[in-house]
């Protein structure tokens, strides 16, 4: 069974740090493009904010977040992730891992939409406050 699974998510104040997780199984995790999406309250649309390239080599953010949150993977350990740094009010949200079907790296370039996704976990809340 193909499943993704979230952690790390918590509260943290403005200027705050933390990590988030995503471990796969059920598939084969380094074909995969996979990216970090966020759900902002008061939005119906997950956004990406984070694509990171089958083998880890390629990365791509969105604007947004650039320069204060960067998204690894660990093909070894099935696992993806997002570390969040120099968090803002508006990082507050639902965070979301998902495999792409595709494995290509372009896939990254732009970031992709979330309807091009096939596999998502169930999130993990980040609130940021003081």
């Known amino acids: 069974q193909r499943q993704l699974v979230e952690s790390g998510g918590g509260l943290v104040q403005p200027g705050g740090s933390l990590t988030l997780s995503c471990t796969a199984s059920?598939?084969?995790?380094?074909?995969?493009?996979m990216a970090w999406f966020r759900q902002t309250p008061g939005k119906e649309e997950r956004e990406a904010v984070a694509c990171i390239t089958p083998g880890g080599g390629g990365t791509n953010y969105a604007s947004s977040v650039k320069g204060r949150f960067a998204v690894a993977r660990d093909n070894g350990q099935n696992t993806m992730y997002l570390q969040l740094s120099d968090l803002e009010l508006d990082d507050t949200g639902t965070y979301y891992c998902?495999?792409?079907?595709?494995?290509?790296?372009?896939?990254?370039?732009?970031?992709?939409?979330?309807?091009?996704?096939?596999?998502w976990g169930q999130g993990t809340r980040v609130t940021v406050s003081s």
């Open positions: 059920g598939f084969k995790f380094e074909d995969h493009v």
């Open positions: 998902a495999a792409h079907p595709r494995g290509s790296p372009y896939v990254c370039y732009p970031l992709p939409s979330s309807g091009e996704f096939t596999q």
